[in-house]
Structure formats: C-alpha cells, structure tokens
C-alpha cells in the first residue's frame, strides 16, 4: 500500500508567512485605533445609544481575524501546502471586519 507522501515544509515559505502575519498584526493595530472613529457619524444628533455594538462588531472581527489566521497557517503547513497565501487572507478580512463594524455604526446611528 502507498504511503501518503507529503512534501517538506519549505523554510522560506514559513518565514514569508510569518513576516505577512506581523504585517496583518500590525495592520489590525491601525484598524482597532480607527474603529472609534465611528462616532463621526453621530454628528450634532447626539444619539450615541447604539454605538457601543458597532465598536464591539468592529473589534470582534479583528481580534478574531488575527486568531484565525495561525490557526489556518498551521493548517496548511500541516497539509504541505503553502502558507503565505493562506496568510494574505488576513488582509481582506480586517478589511471586512472595519467596514462591518462600519455599517453596523450606520445602522445604529439611523435607529
């Protein structure tokens, strides 16, 4: 019977997609300092009631984005496949977890 063969986890491959993972570190610190900047679309209503969820919307999807991210890096060197694209998807997603908790900031503003 052939035994499941796995390539070698290749070092430079795992260097890159450390190096783009304190990146997506560093890029979620900058988007976590934005997130109460939500309160601009509050304006001369006043009505910051809701606005606590949307900072909570924000800062969840980047705490749990950073989380993730090694997780599936671990993943895909574990399977042999290559880290670093599996380590860009960070980007993206904090990306989508700053304008969620964006819209989620409109949404409770309209209330």
Known sequence: MAEW???P???VDLVAAVVIYLAAVVAGWVLAAF???????VGATGE???LPFAYFVGWFGIVVTLMVIPLWV???VRLGQRAWPTAL???PLLIESWVLGL???IV???L
């Open 9 to 11: 986890v290749r070092p």
């Open 35 to 41: 997130v109460p900047d939500y309160r601009v679309l």
């Open 89 to 91: 998807v960070a980007f």
């Open 74 to 76: 671990q993943r895909a």
């Open 48 to 50: 910051h009631r809701f």
């Open 103 to 105: 819209l989620t900031a």
């Open 5 to 7: 063969w796995r390539p």
């Open 108 to 110: 409770a503003v309209s």
